[in-house]
């Protein structure tokens, strides 16, 4: 493809996000409700990082980042459901304090995460418990893959 073609696929990627977020202040941005502006962001994003992972891996060929997408890759519904399945029961109400019950996932984090780091916001170490959760579910994807086991469903 040639630079003239190439600038105007990017022009055009970009030019769509602009739009949405120029939109947004007549017709609000909000995804629970897929107003129009959110669609277009939200695709003109998605084609943008996919251009840039297009550019990244493809014709610059720096694929030392890449194992971890190979993992989730080759069993994503499995790991999707595994993790959705295991964040539903973190949350079921086991542990009975003064104000009632919680799950594991906030007596994890309340107890353990939270004081240990003072010093961090309580948004901030929220990032790092799913942060955590998602490494766990990578290492499960690494797992099946070197394990050689693919789920079909």
């Known amino acids: 493809m040639g630079n003239t073609r190439k600038l105007v696929c990017w022009s055009t990627l970009g030019i769509a996000v602009l739009a949405a977020l120029a939109g947004a202040h007549w017709l609000p941005f909000n995804k629970s409700l897929w107003t129009p502006t959110f669609a277009i962001a939200s695709a003109g994003v998605a084609a943008l990082v996919f251009a840039a992972c297009y550019l990244v891996v493809d014709v610059l060929e720096w694929r030392h980042w890449t194992p971890p997408f190979l993992w989730l890759g080759v069993n994503p519904l499995a790991i999707y459901f595994l993790s959705e399945f295991a964040r539903n029961l973190l949350d079921v109400g086991v542990f009975a304090v003064e104000a009632g019950h919680f799950g594991t996932k906030d007596y994890i984090f309340w107890r353990y995460l939270n004081p240990h ?15 955590a959760f998602t490494g766990v579910w990578i290492g499960v994807a690494r797992l099946l893959y070197q394990k050689g086991i693919r789920i079909r469903i």
């Open 117 to 131: 780091l003072e010093s961090v916001s309580a948004p901030r170490a929220s990032l790092l418990f799913a942060l």
